[in-house]
């Protein structure tokens, strides 16, 4: 089946009710299979089959509840739903200047304190009439639609309770103005609360600019990501260098870089050295050394030299690209905890609605005099402070953050499920090579044998010269060594390998040999020492005697044994699974600081090694390359990646490190666990916020102490619970993590 994903921005959903019904009408869509909307950053994640439907069509489905869906060209990294975003915070910031204009004339002319003060013209009804219809029908023209098309889709959301709530006071008010008998015969006085309707709308649009721009901030990971993508790049044409629009370059263009400029694509290094600045996108924020044959990242800063470089991978195929899209799916993906809120949400809304219907009838059938007058205010009271803004901000605002500052350290969380998990995270479990180990043999050892006066590099020269041609790794490690300390390598004449042993061949009219220790007749003393110590040895001598030792080990990653040691100070238990025999893989336990070792565990065993850890109650981790350990990473609890070069779409796995620095694991577990806090902190106020105010609200109260909640302040608690949500994810930002 042709299964795609797509990730679109949704523009106009104001609660997260409107998340669940457009959640809800997806995943009926035939075609689509999955769907996750997330409110926070107003995105549906969708998975579907390209034969039955595709975006055009979902984006139908989407627009038919009253929302705007942003499909954008994949091929762009711009980011159309922050352009939205940015239109929708000027046109909030207008509409709440004029409702407040109007709230404030209306307040002046009305309330028995001010309305003395207040000039003649200011104090006619029809003129009151006409502002607030103003407010109530162009300022609140949204939330109309939005009630209409969830009509039309029989589902209901916040903008269904603020337009019943507002509409219930303005139409009454306009009945007190043109028909004032009909109020009198009811026992009323005929007042008319144009300014509750007012208000109550101002202060709604006031708490959606302040919720709107507060929910900017939480997405600044994606920004500084976005604003990496330089707009030209200069490439060599024809011996010339000009300056293109970087839509414009292909793969194998050459590119020159200069000092202070921006990596406009994934590519080599053909000439030249700098210094390369890659901490947005790897979190290291040591620069890194480039020379001929390196590689280099799209958005990462050239400090130093001027290179020329060859265009690998341009446009979507860049690191840069699959790291936003990989942080964007993480912050469009939802959390486990909020299927809870997911289904309250769902409910909430009409029950919401019966809540009111009951507030009124009480009130009217058993409520002082004037009753309808109280009845009427106390149930725009419920409506209006039950919108569950809060309740559908708690989650995915925390997830925001959290994942976009993971981003920011090099730690690119897959999915909201990985970040939720990992904090309950007891064991990790490490692959060795190309994890625990750089996964490049390199030379440690060389120790002159018998012969004192034979020196280092004179081994050295013997060995690279036995070894020049050869494609084996050890042989690949000593050519490598030859290389770096520049060895004379000399011409080997009646060469011949020796297989499963080693090789042999003249060198000057003298035959010598390289291998294994058991091509020679005597055996060191010092062999057993370094195999001991987890290394590769090689011999090179005569065929009478050995000359020398090379010794050869796939050497530890710096962050290794500081990243076992903070694990372990967080009450984290590890092990070593490695396909090595139990001697290698004792050693390089012990130089890291793990005791526990699975040693010659073939790649496909790997997954029954987690299971076994997971049967002794542990919750796992596994670290791994993210190529020959994918069995074992979709296994455990928590699968972490190493970034393979640049492709860091690691599908096996929940997390990736980017910077293949080992000691952002437990940075990972750390920012887990302080995202969680939050989460849990956000429900218990959206959920305390509700449970206690929506009785006040109904004026349980009043029997007791005569205190109502007025519709005014209503709105006001309403507004303030969902900043208060979003401000306190955002101090997921002032963690130290380090």
């Given at each position: 089946m042709p299964t795609r994903s797509i990730t679109i921005p949704i523009a106009g959903m104001h609660c997260a009710s409107c998340a669940v019904n457009i959640q809800r009408l997806l995943q009926r869509n035939p075609g689509v299979s999955t769907a996750s909307v997330n409110y926070a950053t107003e995105k549906a994640s969708i998975v579907y089959d390209s034969a039955q439907t595709d975006p055009q069509q979902i984006s139908a489905v989407i627009e038919k509840l009253g929302y705007k869906a942003l499909i954008t060209n994949p091929d762009e990294l711009v980011d159309v739903r922050q352009q939205a975003k940015d239109r929708e915070i000027v046109v909030l910031k207008n509409k709440f200047l004029l409702s407040a204009l109007v709230s404030a004339l209306l307040l002046w002319a009305t309330l028995p304190l001010l309305m003395q003060t207040a000039p003649l013209p200011l104090k006619?009804?029809?003129?009151?009439?006409?502002?607030?219809?103003?407010?109530?029908?162009?300022?609140?023209?949204?939330?109309y639609r939005s009630t209409w098309a969830s009509l039309k889709n029989r589902t209901a959301n916040m903008d269904t309770l603020i337009t019943i709530g507002t509409t219930v006071a303005y139409l009454y008010s306009v009945l007190v103005i043109f028909l004032p008998q009909v109020i009198s015969r009811l026992g009323v006085t005929p007042e008319p609360y144009f300014d509750t309707s007012v208000t109550i709308i101002a202060l709604i649009i006031l708490g959606k600019f302040l919720e709107a721009r507060a929910r900017g901030q939480t997405s600044q990971a994606i920004k500084k990501l976005i604003g990496l993508q330089p707009k030209t790049a200069r490439v060599v044409r024809a011996g010339k260098e000009v300056d293109i629009p970087i839509s414009e370059v292909v793969v194998g263009d050459q590119l020159r870089l200069r000092p202070g400029e921006k990596v406009p694509v994934d590519g080599v290094v053909l000439s030249g050295e700098t210094s390369v600045d890659e901490s947005l996108v790897t979190g290291e924020s040591i620069p890194v050394y480039k020379h001929a044959d390196d590689t280099v990242i799209t958005g990462?800063?050239?400090?130093?030299?001027?290179?020329?470089?060859?265009?690998?991978?341009?446009?979507?195929?860049?690191?840069?690209?699959?790291?936003?899209?990989?942080v964007e799916q993480a912050q469009a993906s939802r959390a486990p905890i909020q299927k809870l809120v997911d289904v309250i949400s769902s409910y909430f809304v009409p029950v919401v609605l019966m809540l009111s219907v009951t507030t009124f009838a009480v009130w009217y059938a058993f409520g002082p005099a004037p009753a309808l007058l109280f009845a009427l205010l106390n149930t725009v009271a419920v409506l209006i402070i039950a919108c569950p803004c809060a309740l559908g901000l708690a989650t995915p605002t925390a997830l925001v953050v959290g994942t976009g500052l993971a981003a920011q350290h090099g730690i690119l969380v897959r999915d909201a499920q990985s970040l939720e998990i990992a904090h309950r995270v007891n064991h990790v479990i490490f692959d060795k090579t190309g994890t625990l180990t750089e996964g490049k043999p390199v030379v440690t050892d060389?120790?002159?044998?018998?012969?004192?006066?034979l020196t280092t590099n004179q081994l050295l020269s013997l060995a690279a010269s036995l070894e020049t041609g050869s494609e084996h790794p050890l042989a690949q490690a000593i050519l490598q060594a030859a290389e770096k300390s520049a060895v004379t390598v000399s011409a080997v004449t009646h060469f011949k390998s020796l297989a499963g042993r080693g090789v042999e061949g003249k060198i000057h009219d003298t035959k010598y040999l390289l291998g294994a220790p058991q091509?020679?007749?005597?055996?060191?003393?010092?062999?057993?020492?370094?195999?001991?110590?987890?290394?590769?040895?090689?011999?090179?001598?005569?065929?009478?005697?050995v000359l020398g030792i090379i010794a050869i080990a796939d050497t530890l990653r710096p962050s290794a044994k500081h990243a076992i040691n903070l694990l372990h100070r967080q009450g984290i238990e590890t092990s070593l699974v490695t396909g090595d025999n139990p001697r290698t893989a004792s050693a390089i336990a012990s130089q890291v600081g793990i005791t526990r070792f699975f040693a010659q565990v073939l790649p496909a065993d790997k997954e029954k090694t987690v299971r076994q850890l997971q049967a002794e109650n542990k919750i796992v981790a596994m670290v791994g390359d993210g190529i020959n350990d994918a069995p074992?990473?979709?296994?455990a609890?928590?699968?972490?990646?190493?970034?393979?070069?640049?492709?860091?779409?690691?599908?096996?796995?929940?997390?990736?490190?980017?910077?293949?620095?080992?000691?952002?694991?437990?940075?990972?577990?750390?920012?887990?666990?302080?995202?969680l806090r939050t989460i849990k902190a956000n429900l218990f106020w959206a959920f305390a916020y509700n449970i206690v105010l929506i009785p006040v609200?109904?004026?349980?109260?009043?029997?007791?102490t005569r205190i109502l909640l007025s519709p005014i302040l209503a709105s006001a608690a309403m507004a303030t619970s969902s900043v208060s949500v979003v401000a306190n994810s955002l101090l997921l930002k002032r963690i130290r993590l380090t």
């Open positions: 006619n009804s029809y003129l009151h009439f006409f502002l607030a219809s103003l407010v109530q029908f162009w300022v609140g023209r949204d939330f990462t800063l050239n400090t130093t030299g001027t290179i020329l470089i060859r265009a690998q991978k341009i446009g979507r195929d860049t690191m840069l690209a699959q790291i936003i899209r990989l060389i120790i002159s044998v018998n012969d004192k006066r091509m020679f007749s005597s055996i060191p003393p010092q062999v057993s020492r370094l195999e001991k110590q987890g290394k590769t040895v090689v011999l090179v001598g005569t065929p009478t005697r074992a990473l979709a296994a609890d928590v699968g972490i990646a190493m970034a393979s070069g640049t492709d860091v779409a690691m599908e096996s796995a929940g997390i990736t490190l980017v910077n293949k620095d080992l000691t952002t694991i437990p940075l990972a577990l750390k920012l887990s666990r302080a995202t609200a109904a004026g349980v109260l009043y029997p007791f």
